[in-house]
């Protein structure tokens, strides 16, 4: 099993800052991809942002030039710098991990717990 540790979330004014971290431990294989997900009170789930072993990065219209994503493959670990918060930025935000098993074309996946981001007006 593979376990995700998110961190970093909290209150923000409009226009901050907030740097989430997740953390990926356990009986990892080989995780390809890692990102984050959040959803909002009457809202689907969504993705935010995505980031491959590679460095591909993926973003959600909403988020670009606001968030960056990036990730320590020898940590296994991925963050998310969200600036110039904006109310409509507040959701529950959970880590998503991809790990590849070895000479299998199978993946699992596994999310974190979520953590609340709250950005005020």
């Known amino acids: 099993q593979v376990q995700l540790v998110e961190s970093g979330g909290g209150l923000a004014q409009a226009g901050g800052s907030l740097r989430l971290s997740c953390a990926a431990s356990?009986?990892?294989?080989?995780?390809?991809?890692m990102g984050w997900y959040r959803q909002a009170p009457g809202k689907q789930r969504e993705l935010v942002a995505r980031?491959?072993?590679?460095?591909?990065?993926n973003y959600a219209d909403s988020v670009k030039g606001r968030f960056t994503i990036s990730r320590d493959n020898a940590k296994n670990t991925v963050y998310l710098q969200m600036n110039s918060l904006k109310p409509e930025d507040t959701a529950v935000y959970y880590c998503?991990?991809?790990?590849?098993?070895?000479?299998?074309?199978?993946?699992?996946?596994?999310w974190g717990q979520g953590t609340q981001v709250t950005v005020s007006s």
């Open positions: 980031i491959s072993s590679g460095g591909s990065t």
């Open positions: 998503n991990a991809k790990d590849k098993r070895p000479f299998q074309a199978l993946w699992d996946e596994y």
């Open positions: 356990g009986s990892i294989f080989s995780i390809g991809y």
